[in-house]
């Protein structure tokens, strides 16, 4: 099954929707097919530039779009849960267990709290990840009652993921609107994120920097 054919399966379309459920519900900013795909992007442009073959592309792209059904379990440890899922659900897709393993160990580390990028495929997933930070992930229409979330989603209004002509750094520009969210607000809540995407960036021969309203900061 190839990446195109596993975006239409209803089964995984539907743990997808549960679970982005689940965290509107808790008031998250959206985790639902606009953010996989996104991520699912970002993932086959970082890996292609970087000249990796067709079919690491493919199952990194299939990892970023399952990475987020843990999330239909329980937040916490929502990379694991996802992993686990993952399994089952290519298990019974019949893909190669090779695929498998890569994809699940993607899923299973790319979140800051337990993640590491042990490969390509997951260190391509983290940074694509962690990059998706936009004003149409707020669902919370109402700015005198934002949290922090909400505000430095909100606050960013252009985020870019890009890697260099001589593929050695990849770079994530923000343009912040600082009237929403401050830069330090960023640092609080995502400054174990940019650690992690430097880590990547590192497995995958790559020099991390962010760059926030044409400043480099990292």
Known sequence: MTYQELIHNE???AYIRKADE?????????????HVTVVADSVRYLLETLEYDAH??????????????????????????????A????????FDPEDIATIVTAIGNHDEGTGVPVNAVAAALIL???????????RNQDTSTFDIHDRVNY??????LKINEDRTIVKL??????????????????????ILCRKAAEKLGLQFKLIINEQQLI
Do not use: C, P, W
Not at 66 to 83: E, F, K, P, Y
């Open 11 to 13: 089964t995984i379309r």
């Open 22 to 34: 689940s965290l509107i519900a808790l008031g998250y900013t959206e985790h639902s097919f606009a």
């Open 56 to 85: 690491t592309v493919e199952i990194a792209q299939i990892a970023a779009y399952l990475h987020d059904i843990g999330n239909l379990v329980n937040r916490v440890d929502h990379s694991q849960s996802g992993a686990v899922m």
């Open 87 to 94: 399994f089952q659900i290519l298990n019974s897709l019949h």
């Open 128 to 138: 694509a990840d962690k990059a998706d930070v936009r004003r149409s992930r707020v």
């Open 155 to 160: 606050s960013v209004k252009k985020s870019q």
């Open 173 to 194: 520009k923000l343009t912040v609107d600082t009237h929403y969210g401050s830069v330090m607000d960023y640092f609080e809540i995502f400054m174990q994120r940019m």
